[in-house]
């Protein structure tokens, strides 16, 4: 996808902080951190939400959670951590390419809206 930029991230074309990459999927550090741990977890290839996980692609997903565990693990998120996926408008979503944030660091809000 030419102009997503998640996409441009994955090629290198816009820097980020890289947490963790193998060749399916890419985690790298919030711009605009929520919490004092904040990394977004995406798949590689373009997927535009959770609304478009299927069965032919929903094994990146499951591929995704457990580098989810190893990930929150090293960044010695042991307390507990919130794992959130914004969908479309009413979601909240800005990037329009599947992803997961990893929130941690602190205790957090009880909200979930
Ligand atoms: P959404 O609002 O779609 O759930 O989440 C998009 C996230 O991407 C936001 O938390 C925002 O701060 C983050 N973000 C937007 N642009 C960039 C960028 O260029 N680099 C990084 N590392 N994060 C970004
Ligand atoms: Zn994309």
Redesign the pocket.
């Known amino acids: 996808m030419d102009n997503c930029?998640f996409c441009k991230?994955i090629k290198g074309e816009?820097t980020?902080?890289k947490v963790y990459e193998d060749s399916e999927i890419l985690a790298?550090?919030?711009?605009?951190p929520?919490a004092p741990t904040h990394i977004?977890v995406i798949p590689k290839q373009h997927i535009g939400s959770v609304s478009e996980i299927n069965e032919n692609n929903s094994a990146i997903v499951s591929h995704i959670f457990v580098k989810i565990a190893e990930i929150a693990a090293k960044e010695n998120l042991t307390n507990g951590y919130r794992v959130v996926s914004?969908v479309g408008e009413d979601g909240?979503?800005?990037?329009h390419h599947l992803?997961f944030?990893i929130l941690g660091g602190e205790k957090l809000s009880e909200k979930m809206s």
């Open positions: 930029l991230i816009i980020s902080t790298f550090r919030d711009i605009n929520q977004l914004n909240g979503q800005t990037v992803h944030h």
